[in-house]
């Protein structure tokens, strides 16, 4: 059974940082797209950044540009997301997905971690 197991939220102030961990069981994704995503109250998921197998490619979308850094290490079969300059605005539900046959997008998830960003 594949299990994304995801850590590192809390609770922090504006300004603060925080760094999100997701680690995957059951399978290897050592050569797999992994990525992150979050959900706020009353919004639908959002994405946020992906990451290739290797670390070579990392796209980001607008809301996690400059602020936020995805990396990966796969010797632990894992996926990371840094996270600096938190505002309110991040306060939301973050997700962890790990894309399986590369075809039909992210097939794995994780339970989700609660980041609440204080003023």
């Known amino acids: 059974q594949v299990r994304l197991v995801e850590s590192g939220g809390g609770l922090v102030q504006t300004g603060g940082s925080l760094r999100l961990s997701c680690a995957a069981s059951g399978r290897s994704f050592s050569y797999n797209a992994m990525g992150w995503f979050r959900q706020a109250p009353g919004k639908e998921r959002e994405f946020l950044a992906t990451i290739n197998w290797n670390s070579s490619d990392k796209y980001y979308t607008d809301a996690a540009k400059g602020r936020f850094t995805i990396s990966r290490d796969n010797a632990k079969n894992a996926v990371f997301l840094q996270m600096n300059n938190l505002n309110p605005e991040d306060t939301a539900v973050y997700y962890c997905?790990?894309?399986?046959?590369?075809?039909?997008?992210?097939?794995?998830w994780g339970q989700g971690t609660q980041v609440t960003v204080s003023s």
């Open positions: 997905g790990a894309d399986g046959d590369s075809v039909s997008g992210y097939q794995y």
